[in-house]
């Protein structure tokens, strides 16, 4: 910026710098420059190891230079410290796995009669959380195990025989419920005689 400067009585317009000897010796000067139009007020303004002067007043910076060893990765995160990045800077971020779940399922099937076959049915289901590795995975951790099925066998040999007849009573054989009663068989102690009932 330039000023109006008057010297032994004399004006001067717009006069960027003022020059003032300080020994007889022509090369020996100093140069004054108008500083009052700065825009710098503080050090966090100016690069560390830099210095500038503003309206008469100097500023030593304090802004670090940083690159990409100062960036810290957290799982997903990536933060940058403050300071000035000369260059673009990135980090790579570790990327975990989940490994899908060993799981053991046990059911009990419900075995049913319908016409000549035997039907059994199974279905179950089992919530499993994964184990997963260091690192960041993107999408969830837990999983969902299901199993579920149908089946028939042939009984067309059994048929025949599967009737509430042949099966005791008191249990039951794909779905038909005994009704078959065994006779009973006891001795006499002292006549040593078989009686049925």
């Given amino acids: 910026m330039a000023k109006n400067v008057t010297i032994n009585g004399v004006d001067y317009q717009n006069v960027p710098s003022v020059k003032i000897p300080l020994t007889s010796d022509p090369s020996q000067e ?12 503080s050090a966090d303004q100016i690069l560390d190891g830099y210095s500038a002067y503003a309206d008469g007043v100097k500023f030593t910076g304090s802004i ?3 690159d990409s060893t100062d960036l810290e990765a957290s799982g997903a995160t990536v933060t940058a410290p403050a300071g000035y990045y000369a260059e673009s800077a990135s980090k790579s971020v570790a990327s975990g796995s989940a490994a899908t779940p060993a799981t053991s399922i046990t059911a009990n099937p419900s075995i049913t009669a319908s016409g000549s076959n035997i039907v ?3 279905s179950a289901q089992q919530n499993v959380t994964p184990t997963v590795s260091a690192g960041y995975v993107s999408s969830g951790t837990a999983g969902q195990v299901s199993v579920s099925g149908q ?11 599967l009737v509430a007849g042949n099966i ?5 054989i794909f779905g038909v419920a005994g009704s078959l009663t065994l006779p009973t068989i006891t001795q006499n102690s002292t006549t040593k005689v078989l009686s049925i009932s």
């Fill in 168 to 172: 005791k009573s008191g249990k039951t």
């Fill in 64 to 66: 670090p230079t940083k």
């Fill in 151 to 161: 089946g028939s066998v042939s009984a067309a040999s059994l048929d025949a025989n």
């Fill in 30 to 41: 100093a140069e004054f420059f108008d500083t009052s139009d700065a825009t710098v007020s």
């Fill in 120 to 122: 059994a049915q199974v």
